[in-house]
């Protein structure tokens, strides 16, 4: 079984990581615009499009690079041995760039300045727990469907479990540290002050360790191959073998 080139699955971590990011921000604005001044229904419709996004960009380019858009999901991987440790550090930067970048493309879609510096702070204990159990169960989502060969329900299973984290959580679920740091380049709906987003990383960090511990404890023996299949199966071009 041969491995899709690195250049390949970078290219589409940070096409997927772009699309994502304009996706949550790009709703969000719509939301504000579509539904000004009710907040229920504004997050409402920043969480189904967040959700269908997902669900379709995983489909996009998960054959390619597993889609994983989450630098948290890449290490995680690789301590499972589904990637090496240096494919997830190049991964790493490639998401981070992605996400900056559809800040600055949803921006221009709705007629905004390309880079609005958010003033939403969202730093507090609440959201900082919050980060904690949206990333543990994102992690848990992923592996599980990994580990027991439902790797094909993962753009539906995780864009179900987003969009319900939108509202179950108190910091409506980023998960995700390369798009925290793309959100601080939208002052809009879906932005987030530069000064909270070392709170949001480091909690979810901490929700990817805990989920490594949980992962083990319930589904012992996860193969280097069956994480290999993290987000979805993607060891294999579409013709069956690598391409030049």
């Given at each position: 079984?041969?491995?899709v080139a690195l250049?390949?699955?970078l290219?589409?971590e940070?096409i997927?990581?772009?699309?994502?990011?304009?996706?949550?921000i790009?709703?969000g604005?719509?939301a504000?615009q579509?539904?000004?001044?009710n907040?229920?229904l504004e997050?409402?419709?920043?969480?189904a499009a967040t959700?269908?996004g997902?669900?379709?960009l995983?489909l996009?380019v998960?054959?390619?690079?597993?889609?994983?858009?989450?630098?948290v999901?890449?290490f995680?991987d690789?301590?499972f041995g589904?990637?090496?440790?240096?494919d997830a550090?190049?991964y790493?930067?490639?998401?981070?760039?992605g996400?900056?970048?559809g800040?600055i493309?949803?921006n221009l879609?709705?007629?905004?300045?390309?880079?609005s510096?958010?003033t939403?702070?969202?730093a507090s204990?609440?959201?900082?727990?919050?980060?904690i159990?949206?990333?543990?169960?994102?992690?848990?989502?992923i592996?599980?469907?990994a580990?027991t060969?439902r790797?094909?329900s993962?753009p539906?299973?995780?864009?179900?479990?987003?969009g319900?984290?939108?509202?179950?959580?108190s910091?409506?679920?980023f998960?995700?540290?390369a798009?925290?740091?793309?959100?601080?380049?939208?002052?809009?709906?879906?932005g987030?002050?530069?000064?909270?987003v070392p709170l949001f990383?480091a909690?979810?960090?901490i929700g990817?360790?805990?989920?490594?511990?949980?992962?083990?404890?319930l589904?012992p023996?996860?193969t280097a191959a069956?994480?290999?299949d993290?987000?979805?199966?993607?060891q294999?071009?579409?013709?069956?073998?690598?391409?030049?």
């Amino acid at each position: 079984m041969s491995e899709v080139a690195l250049w390949r699955r970078l290219s589409a971590e940070f096409i997927g990581s772009a699309f994502l990011t304009a996706v949550v921000i790009g709703s969000g604005i719509a939301a504000q615009q579509l539904s000004p001044g009710n907040i229920g229904l504004e997050l409402f419709e920043n969480a189904a499009a967040t959700a269908a996004g997902l669900y379709a960009l995983i489909l996009m380019v998960g054959p390619v690079s597993g889609a994983h858009f989450n630098p948290v999901v890449s290490f995680v991987d690789a301590a499972f041995g589904g990637l090496s440790f240096r494919d997830a550090a190049a991964y790493l930067p490639t998401q981070v760039a992605g996400c900056i970048t559809g800040a600055i493309v949803a921006n221009l879609m709705f007629s905004r300045a390309a880079v609005s510096i958010s003033t939403h702070h969202r730093a507090s204990t609440a959201h900082f727990l919050s980060e904690i159990v949206a990333t543990l169960g994102l992690i848990l989502v992923i592996f599980a469907l990994a580990r027991t060969g439902r790797g094909s329900s993962a753009p539906a299973a995780v864009g179900a479990y987003i969009g319900a984290a939108y509202f179950f959580t108190s910091s409506t679920s980023f998960a995700n540290p390369a798009i925290a740091v793309g959100r601080m380049f939208s002052d809009t709906f879906a932005g987030i002050a530069p000064t909270s987003v070392p709170l949001f990383v480091a909690a979810e960090v901490i929700g990817g360790l805990l989920a490594f511990g949980v992962i083990k404890v319930l589904y012992p023996g996860v193969t280097a191959a069956e994480a290999a299949d993290v987000v979805v199966p993607h060891q294999l071009d579409h013709h069956g073998e690598e391409s030049p």
